[in-house]
């Protein structure tokens, strides 16, 4: 599977718009870019996932470039509860792959 | 989003002793649980795939003996950790993929079972 890299950490703003990049240089033509978010002492949760094009739900959007070698998930409006672990995983389309979890990032939304 | 539960959610048990670690899909089908394990401070590292009526596949590492995984029916799982010591001392987290043929299936995650060992 495809490697993602994130930065370990990052502050944001109460009420702004929280970006949160991922690099992800050698993911494959059949590979997703999913993300999810670990608050903690809790089992991860589901954000959004996406394959080439972007995508926007109730939770966030996800940005990812053109030739697909990076992605940026955006949450509009942060809020203390968004304080939590992001991950950012690369998962082949073929039935039967795994989630394989990094480092992710550590968000921290500061009033 | 679907919904995975686990039971129970904190346990404490002597060491050598077997501790069985429950996990269901409440709202769907699921052919494929993971069971992931974590430790303080570090990411999630998966232990085993387990489909419904098959043997589970250990990652690199998991002793099958030890943590025995039993995925009986497509809404239940379940881990036993055998003969426990305090290094199994963990937070155990299961994840279920929802069973629509054709689509890509999207994993949910149980609240996880924090387990100290004494």
């Known amino acids: 599977d495809a490697k993602t890299t994130q930065p370990p950490s990052m502050d944001c703003a109460e009420g702004r718009a929280a970006n949160l990049p991922c690099n992800h240089s050698?993911?494959?033509?059949?590979?997703?870019v999913y993300w999810y978010r670990q608050i903690h002492s809790q089992g991860p949760q589901y954000i959004i996932h996406?394959?080439?094009n972007n995508e926007t739900n109730e939770m966030a959007s996800l940005i990812i470039t053109e030739d697909r070698k990076s992605s940026t998930l955006i949450l509009p409006h942060a809020t203390l509860r968004d304080t939590a672990v992001y991950y950012c995983?690369?998962?082949?389309?073929?039935?039967?792959?795994?989630?394989?979890f990094g480092g992710g990032t550590r968000v921290l939304v500061k009033p | 989003g679907a919904v995975v539960s686990q039971h129970p959610s904190r346990v404490i048990c002597k060491s050598g002793t077997s501790v069985k670690i429950e996990c269901r899909s409440l709202?769907?089908?699921?052919?494929?649980m993971f069971w992931y394990r974590q430790f303080p401070k570090q990411s999630l590292m998966l232990m085993a795939t387990?489909?419904?009526?098959?043997?589970?596949?250990?990652e690199q590492g998991v002793e099958k003996d030890k943590f025995l995984i039993n995925h009986a029916s497509l809404t239940l799982s379940t881990l036993t950790v055998t003969s426990a010591h305090p290094e199994d001392s963990s937070f155990y987290i299961c994840?279920?993929?929802?069973?629509?043929?054709?689509?890509?299936?999207?994993?949910?995650f149980g609240p996880g079972t924090r387990l100290l060992v004494l």
């Open positions: 995983i690369v998962r082949p389309k073929a039935a039967g792959n795994k989630l394989t």
């Open positions: 709202d769907f089908q699921a052919t494929t």
């Open positions: 994840s279920a993929r929802d069973r629509i043929a054709g689509v890509m299936e999207t994993q949910y």
């Open positions: 996406g394959l080439k």
């Open positions: 387990s489909n419904e009526g098959s043997k589970a596949t250990y």
């Open positions: 050698t993911i494959s033509g059949n590979e997703y």
